[in-house]
Structures are given as C-alpha cells and as structure tokens.
C-alpha cells in the first residue's frame, strides 16, 4: 500500500489541523493506520492508532484528548483531527500502515507515507 500525508501548516497555539493520508489499493480496509510524529533533533515517536474498522483507536498520552483520529474506508482515507495545538506538536508528521494485531502499528509499521509538516507558534 502507498500512502499520501497531507494537511500540515502552520497554526497558532491553541488552534486546528485535520491531517489526512490517503491511500493506494483495495485492500486498504484491512489495515490498521497510525501517525507519528518527529520534531527535529528527536527521535520519531507514535501519535496515534486506529483499527481496520475504525473501532478501537490508541492515542499517546501528550496528545490524548486533543487528538483524534477516524477513517473512511470507502474513501481509502485516514485522518487525524488536532485540536488545541502546542508549540511542542511542531514536528513532520507521517502516516504508517500495519496488519494484523493493532499494536505492530505502534511500533513496527509495515508500510510509511512521507511527511507533511505541522508547525504550532506561540
């Protein structure tokens, strides 16, 4: 599967971005989807998760309840809803594909999209 992240920008603290990352092939149902996220000088870390079917959804701590992700599978599509943006959420986001069990997708994706930059000022 190939991915396509896109959405980034730049915001002010306390605003909004919906990322998106679209998806190539016909099995994009079975896929579980996650973002992460890499701020430069730091290592790449895990934003968030959610299943094939879009019913269980997993979210690091720094971005729980501000962070949301959803899916159309219909439309090949993943988002991921940030609200109440951070200067620390500054970083280049990517998108990352998985099967089977959701927690590969938290650590060991199978498959990346490139990165599209959020940059939160102050």
């Known amino acids: 599967v190939q991915l396509q992240a896109s959405g980034g920008g730049l915001v002010q603290a306390g605003g909004s971005l919906r990322l998106s990352c679209a998806a190539s092939?016909?099995?994009?149902?079975?896929?579980?989807m996650g973002w992460f996220r890499q701020a430069p000088g730091k290592e790449r870390e895990f934003v968030a998760a959610?299943?094939?079917?879009?019913?269980?959804?997993y979210y690091a701590d720094s971005v729980k309840g501000r962070f949301t992700s959803s899916r159309d599978n219909a439309k090949n599509t993943v988002h991921l809803q940030m609200n109440s943006l951070k200067p620390e959420d500054t970083a280049v986001y990517y998108c990352?594909?998985?099967?089977?069990?959701?927690?590969?997708?938290?650590?060991?994706?199978?498959?990346w999209g490139q990165g599209t930059q959020v940059t939160v000022s102050s």
């Open positions: 959610i299943s094939w079917s879009g019913g269980t959804t």
């Open positions: 092939g016909r099995t994009f149902s079975s896929y579980n």
């Open positions: 990352a594909a998985a099967v089977g069990a959701i927690v590969v997708v938290t650590t060991t994706p199978e498959y």
